[in-house]
C-alpha cells in the first residue's frame, strides 16, 4: 500500500515540478487517487479470504 501512495505522490510532484503552477494539484490528486486504490486493493484482499 505504501509503495502504491508513494508512487502517486512522487509522480504528481513531478507533474508538478514540470507545469510549474502555484498550488501542487496534481501532487494532490495523485496523492489522493492512490490512497484511493490502495485502500481499494488491501480491502478487497482482506474480504476475498472470508467469503
Known amino acids: 500500500m505504501i509503495v502504491i501512495i508513494v508512487g ?3 509522480g504528481g510532484k513531478a507533474l508538478d515540478s514540470k507545469l510549474e503552477w502555484g498550488f501542487p494539484v ?3 490528486v ?3 487517487l492512490a490512497v484511493i486504490i490502495a ?3 488491501g480491502l ?3 474480504f476475498k479470504g472470508k467469503s
Do not use: E, R, S
Request: hydrophobic share 60%; charged share 15%; net charge neutral.
Open 8 to 10: 502517486g505522490a512522487f
Open 26 to 28: 496534481w501532487t494532490v
Open 30 to 32: 495523485f496523492t489522493i
Open 39 to 41: 485502500l481499494y486493493l
Open 44 to 46: 478487497k484482499d482482506l
